[in-house]
T-cell receptor
């Protein structure tokens, strides 16, 4: 079957670094995406990995290992506004569809 | 510019009433369009996707339907709403760099 797992909830302190992990099992692979979703709002795109390695974008970085079916999103210098849910999504091979994880709710404390 | 519009933002409907949610895309042609639902505390569930006018693929059996009457228009409908249809409905447009989501419709069936 196809499955994506990520922790339900995480808590971190303002200014710290947090790593949100995502493991996946899909039939085929055409890219892994991370989205940020604030409460009551639509998800917004954060990052995209299709090859192994680290992609850095300012305070946010995303890592992918296709052989391990594993990704993580790294958030540095946490700010209060980073409190949100972070969704991991995988696009399977030969499809127009994504599979979304249930999201990780991150709480940033002062 | 390329934009996606979704309305209404919120909707409270009685059980058994009909539903029509509309999504339009501007600034592009022949977009791949999607309807997702996000129930409270759960991940995004793909409901329908469309790769062109009149082409609808249904992912989950339910009392919802979708139509693509025009290239840039995607409509989600129901003839009779159920309590279980409550949720956050998101229209999405697939682009090479991932999904762009509409602002979402919060539907409460009472």
């Amino acid at each position: 079957g196809q499955n994506i797992d990520q922790p339900t909830e995480m808590t971190a302190t303002e200014g710290a670094i947090v790593q949100i992990n995502c493991t996946y099992q899909t039939s085929g692979f055409n890219g892994l995406f991370w989205y940020q979703q604030h409460a009551g709002e639509a998800p917004t795109f954060l990052s995209y990995n299709v090859l192994d390695g680290l992609e850095e974008k300012g305070r946010f970085s995303s890592f992918l290992s296709r052989s391990k079916g594993y990704s993580y999103l790294l958030l540095k210098e946490l700010q209060m506004k980073d409190s949100a849910s972070y969704l991991c999504a995988v696009r399977g091979g030969g499809t127009y569809k994504y599979i979304f994880g249930t999201g990780t709710r991150l709480k940033v404390l002062a | 510019s390329q934009t996606i519009h979704q309305w209404p933002a919120t909707l409270v409907q009685p059980v058994g009433s009909p539903l029509s949610l509309e999504c339009t895309v501007e600034g592009t042609s022949n977009p791949n369009l999607y309807w997702y639902r996000q129930a409270a505390g759960r991940g995004l569930q793909l409901l329908f996707y469309s790769v062109g006018i009149g082409q609808i693929s249904s992912e989950v059996p339910q009392n919802l339907s979708a139509s693509r009457p025009q290239d840039r228009q995607f409509i989600l409908s129901s003839k009779k709403l159920l309590l279980s249809d409550s949720g956050f409905y998101l229209c999405a447009w697939w682009r090479d760099s991932g999904y762009t989501f509409g602002s979402g419709t919060r539907l409460t069936v009472v």
